[in-house]
């Protein structure tokens, strides 16, 4: 029974870990620009983080180590410090898009114009990380956002053309612009595989005390998860491209246009819950980036870390998580366009994916920290596919930026 809640938990994890700003963003800018082409990316990319999901839960239950761990422990300080450094600076722009994103969605609540909300969101979420535990992080927090299953909801009540969905499942390249779809592609790679989420998912095995009983918990909160996870993103794609282009808007220039994506099912109620729905997954996600900051920088350099101590216990801890909410709320207090902030940040998720998959191979492999629980030949060959594609990324992300963003 313990192990059937895990699992549950875990699937209502996935509102805050998967779906938060970054997929909302692209996968709308990508379904009002190209209709139902871009779902492939989705699928592909969720198929690729339930494979480093499960992988680094695996990791954790057979060595008892988290990933930065085993990064420091199995190939020093050097290598450490680059992966650090730029995972770091990824989830920073991160964590600014996703305080923006809350304070967008009381904008859309109040009228309040965003940069004047900046201030209060960064306090509450830091708030809930002084005084609260990684049960509440995890579990207490994320499960309101199952509100967002209403874009799920919808979908079937706009009642798409299930036939031309199911086309975009296979993967093509449009006519028009693409350099611009290949980066709207890019980006909702970077949104789905964010390195965090399985820095943060390692790192909450531990907080959880899994044991070796975890093994398969493990493998179905990744599954399960992420599925579910995914399929509220596409749904956000799937309605874009029922609702955009028929009302002659094929560029998304800011949140105020993606606000208005539930209106057609929803009525006047619509503005309310995509408010409501993006402010409370953009919490989630607020508090699990700021968390895997302060685990990345605490565990690699050997400090007491936990969110479940008191912070008299893990002041370092605390200063990093601090520290981080404190300068990723600064460009949105100076009125940074946070759609802006959210896809350049997607952008570069995906440069820094080499950084983090790599090592992570490696350690996946080697049997002094996994044992028997290493890899077959499946997970090594979806991890090579991984790496291979993250590194395919990294080298175009910057060119399509330049040319087609």
């Known amino acids: 029974m313990k192990k059937l809640l895990q699992v549950s938990l875990g699937v209502i994890t996935s509102i805050g870990g998967f779906l938060e700003t970054g997929n909302i963003a692209t996968s709308a800018q990508a379904g009002a ?14 198929i690729c983080v339930i494979f480093l999901v499960e992988m680094s839960g695996r990791f954790a239950i057979a060595s008892h180590y988290t990933i930065v761990d085993g990064i420091r422990d199995r190939f020093g300080s050097n290598i450490f410090l680059l992966t650090a450094s730029v995972v770091f600076i990824v989830n920073l722009l991160v964590l600014a898009a996703e ?7 009381v904008q859309f609540l109040t009228g309040v114009k965003f940069p004047w909300w900046s201030l209060p969101v960064t306090f509450t979420a830091w708030l809930l990380l002084w005084r609260g535990t ?3 992080i995890e579990n207490g927090i994320s499960s309101l956002g199952l509100l967002a299953l209403s874009f799920v909801v919808a979908v079937f009540v706009m009642d798409p053309h299930w036939g031309e969905i199911a086309k975009g499942l296979v993967p093509t390249l449009p006519s028009k612009d693409p350099l611009h779809y290949s980066f709207s592609v890019v980006g909702i790679l970077g949104a789905v595989i964010s390195p965090y989420l399985f820095y943060f998912y390692s790192s909450g095995a531990i907080e959880d005390e899994w044991d070796k009983t975890y093994f398969g918990a493990n493998r179905a909160i990744a599954i399960l998860g992420m599925s579910f996870g995914a399929i509220i993103t596409a749904a956000v794609m799937v309605l874009a491209a029922m609702i955009y282009p028929s009302n002659g808007i094929e560029d998304i220039e800011g949140y105020e246009q993606i606000a208005m994506i539930l209106t057609p099912a ?19 996600a607020t508090l699990e980036v700021s968390l895997a900051q302060a685990y990345l920088i605490a565990q690699g350099f050997g400090w007491n870390w936990s969110e479940n101590m008191k912070p008299k216990e893990n002041p370092a801890f605390c200063l990093v998580y601090t520290a981080c909410l404190m300068i990723a709320m600064i460009p949105i207090v100076i009125g940074l366009d946070p759609l802006r902030i959210t896809i350049f940040s997607m952008a570069l998720s995906a440069l820094s994916l080499p950084f983090g998959v790599v090592p992570f191979l490696i350690l996946m492999n080697d049997p002094t920290y996994v044992g028997k629980h290493r890899n077959g030949w ?5 991890v090579i596919f991984i790496v291979a594609m993250a ?7 910057t060119p399509l930026e330049i040319l087609g963003g």
């Not at 305080?99 to 969605?105: F, H, K, N, T, W």
């Not at 499946?378 to 979806?382: E, V």
């Open 33 to 46: 620009a190209y209709g139902y082409t871009p779902l492939w990316a989705v699928v592909l990319g969720t």
């Open 99 to 105: 305080i923006g994103g809350i304070s967008l969605a």
């Open 134 to 136: 990684f049960g509440l």
């Open 266 to 284: 929803f009525g006047k109620w619509g503005l309310c819950l995509f408010a409501i729905s993006l402010g409370i997954t953009c919490l989630g």
């Open 378 to 382: 499946i997970g090594n060959a979806a």
């Open 391 to 397: 590194f395919v990324l990294s080298i175009v992300t």
